[in-house]
């Protein structure tokens, strides 16, 4: 595991976790206030992005925590799985404008739909390709 930014995905099994609450999304609400006061973001559902670059030594410790402050944490866990975050591309703007093209301007029944789409398609890719490009030199030069 290299010093980057990391994700972080685990799962519960919810019968265990009756044994230990009434309801069962206090455990999910305990473990994301530790890890958002702990320099994560909550992504999703169980998932949590770390705000800054960590090493394999900062999740052992991260762990520790965990398994402190929640005892019933280990006897819960189904999975817990930590993933190195590599390059990250934000497309929201290329599907809300795909979305609005798709749903604005080409009329449902279009006879020349498929090749319209194909077009937007063409497009978004060219500027998806264009933002990679300009990260990627970015970076580059960054590390030089």
């Known amino acids: 595991m290299s010093v980057s930014r990391k994700a972080i995905n685990f799962d519960l099994y919810t019968n265990e976790l009756k044994k230990h609450f009434q309801d069962t999304r206090e455990a ?3 473990v994301k206030e530790f890890m958002l006061k702990n320099g994560f973001e909550h992504r ?12 394999e030594r900062a999740i052992s410790k991260l762990s520790t925590k965990l398994v ?23 497309l929201t703007d290329q599907l809300q404008i795909l979305s609005k093209s ?10 020349d739909k498929e090749a319209k789409l194909a077009e937007l398609r063409t497009e978004i890719n060219k ?17 030089r």
């Not at 999703?44 to 090493?55: D, E, P, T, W």
């Not at 402190?68 to 934000?90: H, M």
């Open 28 to 30: 999910y609400a305990q």
């Open 44 to 55: 999703q559902y169980s998932g949590y992005a770390s705000k800054n670059s960590l090493s």
């Open 68 to 90: 402190t402050n929640f005892p019933w944490l280990a006897s819960c866990v189904k999975r817990f799985d930590v993933t190195d975050i590599g390059e990250q591309y934000d």
């Open 102 to 111: 798709i749903h604005k301007d080409i009329p449902k029944n279009s006879p």
């Open 127 to 143: 500027a998806t390709q264009s933002k990679t490009h300009n990260l990627n030199t970015k970076n580059k030069n960054i590390e």
